[in-house]
């Protein structure tokens, strides 16, 4: 693993931390509890880190608990390009980092939790 594998699969050591997980890990989970700690860590100096990691954590908090619709995987990532490179310090870009790849790498995991989570409501309104 060099930083040169890394980029070609489109991702890197960030700030040189590596999780690992199994396939049993909830990805979305996983992303959320990271989502949480920018939102905490962020100092509030600037506005596209302290609002935007808040809407980050908000909007992967729904998705976790399958209350967001399919839609707002496009908006978490408009999110996120609003924050990286917009921020003081290194904190934002971290913030986002995590969600890029979350959906460049599991969008389709990401829309299959969706769309069974709309379709459990419908069938029981029905």
Known sequence: ???????????????????????????????????????????????????????????????????????EIDMLQEVTKKIKGHTICALGDAAAWPVQGLIRHFRPEMERIMTCAEREIVEATA
């Open 1 to 71: 693993m060099d930083f040169d594998a890394l980029k070609a699969v489109q991702s890197g050591l960030g700030i040189a931390a590596v999780i690992v997980m199994d396939k049993s890990t909830d990805i979305v989970d996983a992303i959320t509890q990271l989502s949480y700690f920018y939102k905490h860590e962020s100092c509030g100096q600037c506005t596209p880190c302290r609002e935007g990691t808040g809407w980050l954590w908000m909007i992967i908090e729904r998705m976790k608990t399958r209350n967001a619709k399919l839609e």
